[in-house]
């Protein structure tokens, strides 16, 4: 994809969200199932408003995350929401911490214990400041509300069966099968 000018938002409902251990259900309606190893930033206090050097005082911490995505639909579909809002299809854990550089952290994504995605990121296109500032121009952000800051290069296919694991240094490793 093109370096986007401002970045791309979706909504996940809350319905989506899993822990560290729980199953990725796989919905027999999609066709090809993909990871996307991402932060999360973790929203601390009711944010409007905020200028990104101010951001970092509203967030309570950073997690990591598997933005589940039902790839067929999301490229059907022209938009994002349908294919990335499917029950279980936000893992989130295993911990939350704030004593991280959110933007200086190694990335990893293993698929039954293949490193498939391996970044930093340093190498977002957005760092996590302006991402919050962003969103919290356009809509209120709550607490425990999440921001997904985008994913590495090397996304890729998950079949039933399959162990997948998100490390984010710092933060610990995030597992989960799919069902």
């Known amino acids: 994809m093109p370096i986007p000018k401002n970045p791309i938002l ?3 409902p809350s319905t989506a969200v899993i822990e560290n251990g729980d199953d990725i259900a796989y919905p027999p309606q999609v066709k090809e199932l993909h990871y996307e190893a991402e932060l999360a930033i973790v929203i601390g ?3 409007k408003n905020v200028p990104a050097d101010k951001a970092k005082s509203y967030i309570a911490g950073y997690t990591c995350a598997n933005d589940v995505t039902a790839r067929e639909q999301q490229r059907s579909d022209g938009q994002w929401t349908r294919s990335k809002s499917y029950d279980t299809f936000c893992p989130l ?3 939350i911490v ?3 550089d959110p933007d ?3 990335i990893k994504l293993r698929l039954n214990g293949e490193v498939k995605q391996s970044s930093s990121t340093s190498n977002m296109i957005f760092k996590t400041e302006e991402l919050m500032s962003f969103i919290s121009n356009i809509m209120t952000l709550n607490p425990g509300d999440v921001i997904m800051t985008g994913t590495p290069p090397g996304v890729g296919e998950m079949n039933r069966g399959d162990v997948v694991e998100v490390e ?3 933060i610990g490793i995030l597992k ?3 069902k």
Do not use: L, R, T
């Open 45 to 47: 206090k009711k944010a």
């Open 10 to 12: 979706f909504m996940k």
């Open 93 to 95: 854990g295993p911990a």
């Open 104 to 106: 200086n952290a190694n």
């Open 98 to 100: 704030n004593d991280i």
């Open 176 to 178: 989960n099968q799919v």
């Open 168 to 170: 984010i240094e710092g």
